[in-house]
């Protein structure tokens, strides 16, 4: 089990972090910017240590780190975004005003934007503000497909949206991507329509949608900074970056130009009951300064958080057997206001066998034998209590529990297994558990 330690500031801040600090939550109508009367408290500040530093915070470039996109979730606004809360999570509107409305034929996605969303201040605006438009967002699209900028998601928009294949493939070509070029799968119908035209049905592009490297960036300041955009991020979203300083300190503050939202969030499982009732009704972002600190020894972390120099904290699974009693704190820790919290993490460890190797490898019936013996064989229930510390589940499939499709993809593997049964057992025996995180608020 992967576990998280975390102290807030107080019980009010402490149920706030899942809201405030991450933007994957469905906003309301409310398009105000913060007024002093809205305004988050100044007095919180919520201190963060990441075990492992960002790769810079243009989400296009990214190569797909974690922690970058913790904080780009909350510098920038996708079409799309996560209720997270929901079982299993589900998608829901961000930039966009409303779902999409889909064609029958499942190819043609019409997105109305929200009007009045600002960019958050930056210099090359002048003092003015910079409303978010439709042309915003599809510019933002093809910065992840233009090969200059080497995006790890890249392939993922590839054959997908109708006339951007030609566009990239003229930029391979030598020539400069061609962000002017209008195309008929990316429609800027006005300011604040557009539609999104793809060469097939695919039901995952929403999930696309609400990945943080589409969200909506300015092309003035993407072109105005240049490389030096991994440092200058500008966004829509409730935060906006204070410093930066690589591989050591990141710190944000509110975004004075956020619309906010009133937290009204539900959910039908009952450990959310006390969040919800501490959050309803409250307006976003409460906390107005976060402080990052890259502090990748957990040793380090752990007595850095014990001092109260961090609010919360990822629990290692070496620091379990200190902290944990069974399922619970132990009372040197509980004593001192802590709150434990557990929940799965969409994640798995899935182990191969090298089917090259010339004792285990290679397709003869006794081969299969052989490899099967050895996955039935494996204790995982060893690796959980002495490898784990007990922090993880066993898993049952490649989709965690609580993420959508979850229970499809357990019926497919039935109907596979039903339909290849000398093939599928070599396999299934080889999922080892699944990693579960465990939440540890001071209070």
Not at 253 to 279: E, Q, T
Request: some cysteine; overall charge neutral; aromatic content about 8%.
């Amino acid at each position: 089990m992967m576990q998280q330690l975390q102290r807030a500031l107080s019980a009010s801040l402490a149920r706030t972090i899942i809201s405030s600090i991450s933007t994957a939550l469905m906003l309301s109508s409310t398009l105000a910017p913060i007024t002093s009367e809205a305004a988050p408290d100044p007095k919180k500040v919520l201190r963060i240590a990441f075990e492992s530093a960002d790769s810079g915070l243009d989400m296009v470039r990214s190569q797909n780190s974690i922690y970058s996109s913790w904080v780009g979730d909350t510098i920038f606004e996708t079409l799309m975004t996560y209720d997270y809360l929901a079982r299993p999570v589900k998608l829901v509107p961000q930039l966009a005003k409303e779902m999409p409305q889909i064609s029958a034929d499942g190819k043609e996605y019409t997105f109305h934007i929200r009007q009045g969303v600002m960019f958050s201040p930056d210099p090359l605006f002048k003092g003015k503000p910079r409303e978010v438009t439709a042309a915003d967002v599809i510019y933002s699209i093809k910065r992840v497909v233009d090969p200059l900028n080497r995006s790890p998601q890249s392939s993922s928009w590839e054959s997908k949206v109708v006339g951007l294949d030609e566009l990239i493939a003229a930029a391979r070509k030598g020539k400069p991507f061609d962000y002017d070029k209008k195309i008929a799968g990316l429609e800027e119908v006005d300011r604040y329509t557009l539609k999104l035209r793809l060469t097939q049905n695919i039901p995952t592009i929403l999930h696309l949608l609400a990945n943080s490297t589409t969200g909506a960036v300015a092309r003035e300041v993407v072109e105005a900074y240049g490389d030096k955009i991994i440092a200058h991020p500008v966004g829509s979203g409730p935060y906006m970056l204070e410093s930066y300083v690589p591989r050591s300190k990141i710190i944000l503050v509110a975004n004075p130009n956020y619309r906010g939202f009133v937290w009204d969030f539900k959910s039908d499982d009952p450990k959310d009951a006390p969040l919800i009732a501490s959050m309803k009704g409250k307006q976003m972002p409460q906390i107005s300064r976060v402080e990052i600190s890259i502090v990748e020894e957990e040793q380090s972390r752990w007595l850095a958080f014990e001092a109260g120099q961090f609010d919360f904290d990822n629990l290692s699974k070496s620091m379990a057997p200190k902290v944990l009693d069974g399922d619970k704190l132990k009372p040197k820790f509980a004593s001192q206001g802590m709150v434990l919290d557990t929940h799965i993490a969409p994640e798995f460890t899935e182990t191969i066998m090298n089917m090259r190797d010339p004792i285990i490898g290679g397709n003869s019936l006794e081969k299969q034998a052989l490899r099967r013996a050895i996955a039935m064989g494996y204790l995982l229930s060893d690796e959980i209590s002495l490898l784990r510390y007990n922090q993880a589940l066993p898993a049952q499939e490649v989709v965690t529990p609580g993420m959508a499709a979850c229970h499809l993809i357990i019926l497919a593997e039935i109907l596979y297994r039903g339909k290849s049964r000398n093939i599928w057992p070599e396999r299934e025996h080889l999922f080892v558990p699944g990693e579960v995180n465990t939440v540890i608020w001071k209070i």
